[in-house]
């Protein structure tokens, strides 16, 4: 059975770091896309970023462009999102994907993806 497993939220204030991790068990993502989508109190989820299998190609919202960085090491299967200079605005609850099926891929569609986490809290506030 997959398990996606987040970790490393938070609260934290305006303009500092966290780092986000995505554990996949069950399954390698090795060679899948993988995305973390986030979702604040009211408002549908949201693409953040997503990478390719081989992190040959990266894709980031427009808004975290520049400041949030998606990364994998596909030997302890498992996703980062680094996140400097956070706002409030990225206070949510952030979720972590996976894309297991063959096909053409839009990496900023919630459907797009087969297997989600539980989601960690993210939250900036002074």
């Known amino acids: 059975q997959v398990q996606l497993v987040e970790s490393g939220g938070g609260l934290v204030q305006p303009g500092a770091s966290l780092r986000l991790s995505c554990a996949a068990s069950?399954?390698?993502?090795?060679?899948?896309?993988m995305a973390w989508f986030r979702q604040a109190p009211g408002k549908e989820r949201e693409f953040v970023a997503a990478?390719?299998?081989?992190?040959?190609?990266?894709y980031y919202a427009d808004s975290v462009k520049g400041r949030f960085t998606i990364s994998r090491d596909n030997v302890k299967n498992t996703q980062y999102l680094q996140m400097n200079s956070l706002k409030v605005e990225d206070t949510a609850v952030y979720y972590c994907?996976?894309?297991?099926?063959?096909?053409?891929?839009?990496?900023?569609?919630?459907?797009?993806?087969?297997?989600w986490g539980q989601g960690t809290q993210v939250t900036v506030s002074s």
């Open positions: 069950g399954r390698s993502f090795s060679t899948y896309p």
């Open positions: 990478d390719n299998w081989s992190g040959g190609s990266t």
């Open positions: 994907a996976a894309r297991y099926r063959p096909g053409i891929w839009f990496p900023d569609r919630v459907n797009e993806y087969d297997f």
